[in-house]
């Protein structure tokens, strides 16, 4: 949960949750197209001995087996970039979360990947709500997340996925959300 907007005196909370579009995937997805595309027109200069790069001579690559396995990671490496450029293109895992005291309602929202399942809506009620729960792991692969912890056992995280968040925000952001549904706060 990033973003916090609030209206109407209070009644509505909402959190933005990042999805794809963040400053790293997009620096990943321009390195992974420049590297992708080199290696592919390497490939090809070798094969059509023809110089295609304007910076290398790669016509003097024999094409097997140098010129092949160029166009091999050069053909790999644009589709890793393809895949990249169009998650952040579909802003996979972006939405929001919003709570709505009024009318009792709780509304999660993502954005998945296109097809049949591409959006992701789940509503319940706020009475539904058992608690909200902080799971904090820290080490070589640290994980700070919130969920919303129904009655029925099921979990719901509200946190985005990916950079973890800093510590005083995923408590202070929790203690915030426990206060506005007016339900405890598990896992401090």
């Given at each position: ?32 197209t420049i590297g992708g595309t080199g290696f592919l027109l ?147």
């Open positions: 949960m990033t973003a916090k907007t609030t209206t109407s005196i209070d009644s509505v909370l909402r959190y933005e949750v990042l999805g794809s579009r963040r400053f790293s995937n997009y620096w990943w997805a321009t390195i992974v390497s490939g090809l200069s070798s094969y059509l001995r023809v110089n295609l790069l304007p910076f290398a001579d790669p016509t003097e690559l024999i094409f097997i087996p140098q010129g092949i396995a160029m166009g091999f990671y050069g053909v790999c490496g644009v589709l890793l970039a393809l895949y990249l450029w169009l998650t952040v293109l579909w802003d996979v895992g972006g939405g929001y979360n919003e709570f709505d005291r009024k009318t009792g309602n709780i509304r999660i929202f993502r954005w998945g990947f296109p097809g049949k399942n591409r959006k992701v809506d789940f509503t319940c009620k706020t009475s539904d709500v058992q608690s909200v729960r902080v799971d904090i792991k820290e080490g070589l692969s640290p994980r700070r997340s919130i969920y919303l912890k129904l009655k029925d056992r099921r979990q719901f995280p509200l946190t985005r996925v990916g950079q973890p968040i800093a510590l005083s925000d995923v408590e202070n952001q929790a203690a915030e959300l426990a206060r506005y549904l007016q339900v405890p706060l598990e896992g401090l």
